[in-house]
């Protein structure tokens, strides 16, 4: 009976041994806001544990509110300068946070805002790994204030399919992006709504979507980073004022 628990506490003990090395080794992996998105952040009208909420400067009632889901261990506040850019231009932004800042551990974040304003319509869209978390939170959408779905470097799968969704949906990738799956890329357009529109931005890279510094596996961008964040802006809000 000993030598059992006496073996019962060398396996819970390696158990949380390897549960806290993989957390640090996650915590390790992250990517940080650099200064001018932690600048942007201080600008936020609301943050709280679960997003941060930039309000529209001059906001308009037929104007949807703009939902995002953060690129893998990219810290939320790394799109801010992104989100204060669609706020002066008119619309009410939510940047959400997620454990771990992993938005496939919390796919339903977007849901906090929607229950808030059921009457407001919105779109919905993320980078990299938070657009697939996007497209499956949108997938099972029942309102019909979802209008449309957007895409950064990023794609939907399967289980987030919008092919019979009568909504719109916006693809914005770089050039030289060397993170993002292009095969899978490629693949993905069979899941997209009927209405989608394709934008590329030459010389961008998959880091350039926000404001974190460079990543792993990257290839190197040949236009500034604010360059591609102001082409990025753009390309959304002319999207954006196609939904009504």
Same mark, same amino acid.
Not at 27 to 42: C, D, E, N, R, V
Not at 189 to 206: E, M, T
Not at 227 to 236: A, E, F, G, Y
């Given at each position: 009976?000993?030598?059992?628990?006496?073996?019962?506490?060398?396996?819970?003990?390696? /158990?949380?041994?390897?549960?806290?090395?993989?957390?640090?080794?996650?915590?390790?992996?992250?990517?940080?806001?650099?200064?001018? @998105? $932690?600048? +942007? *952040?201080?600008?936020?009208?609301?943050?709280?544990?679960?997003?941060?909420?930039?309000?529209?400067?001059? !906001?308009?009632? =037929?104007?949807?509110?703009?939902?995002?889901?953060?690129?893998?261990?990219?810290?939320?506040?790394?799109?801010?300068?992104? *989100?204060?850019?669609? @706020?002066?231009?008119?619309?009410?932004?939510?940047? /959400?946070?997620?454990?771990?800042? $992993? +938005?496939?551990? +919390? !796919?339903?974040?977007?849901?906090?805002?929607?229950?808030?304003?059921?009457?407001?319509?919105?779109?919905?869209?993320?980078?990299? $790994?938070?657009?697939?978390?996007?497209?499956?939170?949108?997938?099972?959408?029942?309102?019909? =204030?979802?209008?449309?779905?957007?895409?950064?470097?990023?794609? !939907?799968? %399967?289980?987030?399919? /919008?092919?019979?969704?009568?909504?719109?949906?916006?693809?914005?990738?770089?050039? #030289?992006?060397?993170?993002?799956?292009?095969?899978?890329?490629?693949?993905?357009?069979?899941? /997209? !709504?009927?209405?989608?529109?394709?934008?590329?931005?030459?010389?961008?890279?998959? +880091?350039?979507?926000?404001?974190?510094? %460079?990543?792993? #596996?990257?290839? =190197?961008?040949?236009?500034? =980073?604010?360059?591609?964040?102001?082409?990025?802006?753009?390309?959304?809000?002319?999207?954006?004022?196609?939904?009504?």
């Amino acid at each position: 009976m000993k030598k059992l628990k006496n073996t019962l506490i060398i396996l819970l003990t390696l /158990l949380l041994l390897l549960i806290g090395g993989g957390y640090l080794y996650t915590k390790s992996q992250l990517h940080h806001p650099q200064k001018i @998105a $932690l600048t +942007a *952040a201080k600008q936020a009208t609301k943050e709280t544990n679960s997003y941060l909420y930039f309000k529209a400067h001059h !906001p308009k009632e =037929n104007k949807p509110t703009v939902i995002f889901y953060q690129g893998a261990l990219v810290d939320a506040a790394s799109y801010s300068s992104l *989100a204060l850019n669609l @706020a002066t231009n008119g619309y009410n932004v939510y940047l /959400l946070k997620s454990p771990l800042d $992993l +938005a496939i551990l +919390a !796919p339903n974040q977007a849901k906090l805002i929607v229950q808030k304003q059921p009457k407001q319509t919105y779109v919905v869209g993320g980078h990299s $790994l938070g657009g697939v978390v996007a497209s499956r939170f949108a997938a099972k959408a029942t309102t019909s =204030n979802l209008r449309g779905v957007f895409f950064l470097a990023s794609y !939907p799968d %399967k289980k987030g399919s /919008l092919a019979h969704k009568k909504i719109t949906s916006l693809s914005i990738t770089a050039s #030289h992006d060397q993170v993002l799956n292009w095969k899978n890329y490629r693949a993905a357009k069979q899941y /997209l !709504p009927q209405v989608a529109v394709f934008n590329q931005i030459k010389g961008g890279n998959h +880091a350039g979507f926000g404001n974190y510094g %460079k990543q792993k #596996h990257d290839g =190197n961008a040949t236009i500034s =980073n604010a360059k591609q964040q102001s082409k990025i802006t753009q390309v959304l809000t002319a999207w954006l004022k196609t939904i009504q």
